[in-house]
């Protein structure tokens, strides 16, 4: 494996991105309001209205979004929310405004500057940056973002992440748990004791925290591996929100 950086950098200190973010906000409004409905549905499945009630991250979604804030879902949020689902291809895209909607207009929200507070430390190698407030990783190398932020799901109460510096010291791409009922582990990159960065089947969400792990989605992952190597640094900083799964 080499430590070849295999994205595009990105400018995390002064200046603008200059690679493709994912929809903004904006952007998924301005769909929202001017695509016809039939049109827009069309990409929604099956093409039934959206019915969806409302969901517990109603508020910061509204706002992401652009749509009057008052925490109540209406047929045009249920739209607006069901088409940036689409356009991430968060599952399922039903309008509701779930944790997976909300972790993924974080991830949007610091696509162009990840960095902006300075928590991750720049150093000329690469740093894989995990933001336990925001639940976000992303890898920069000096000014460059070289890896751009992904959602994550870390350790529960008592089983928190660890925080500070740690490195990584042995990969394993096909890992199987042997203390968590050989629970699948793929593209492991183990950096403190039995935690480790690998991605999770299914619903990244399902079930709460992790046992401590950083866990991604399955292609995240893949493409985190492909980047990484031992003796990668990491930082981890931060806390867990509390109601997060």
Request: hydrophobic share 35%; net charge negative.
């Amino acid at each position: 494996m080499h430590h070849t950086d295999r994205h595009r950098p990105r400018r995390i200190s002064g200046g603008r991105s200059t690679t493709t973010a994912p929809l903004t906000a904006m952007a998924a409004l301005a769909i929202a309001l001017s695509v016809p409905q039939s049109a827009a549905l069309a990409n929604g499945r099956d093409g039934t209205p959206c019915t969806s009630g409302t969901g517990p991250y109603q508020r910061p979604l509204e706002e992401h979004l652009q749509r009057p804030v008052d925490g109540v879902q209406s047929v045009a949020d249920c739209e607006a929310v069901r088409v940036f689902q689409i356009a991430h291809d968060v599952e399922p895209a039903d309008g509701y405004a779930g944790l997976a909607t909300y972790r993924m207009a974080v991830v949007v929200e610091a696509q162009e500057f990840p960095n902006a507070k300075g928590d991750c430390p720049v150093r000329d190698h690469r740093v894989t940056c995990v933001d336990l407030d925001r639940q976000l990783l992303w890898v920069q190398r000096n000014a460059d973002v070289v890896f751009p932020p992904v959602p994550i799901r870390t350790g529960r109460d008592d089983e928190e992440t660890r925080p500070g510096w740690h490195t990584i010291y042995w990969r394993s791409k096909d890992h199987v748990s042997t203390i968590y009922d050989n629970a699948p582990m793929p593209y492991a990159q183990f950096f403190d004791e039995g935690q480790a960065l690998h991605g999770r089947p299914g619903d990244l969400y399902d079930g709460g925290g992790s046992a401590g792990c950083v866990n991604l989605r399955l292609s995240d992952a893949e493409k985190l591996w492909d980047l990484l190597d031992v003796d990668d640094q990491l930082y981890v900083w931060g806390t867990k929100p509390g109601t997060d799964g």
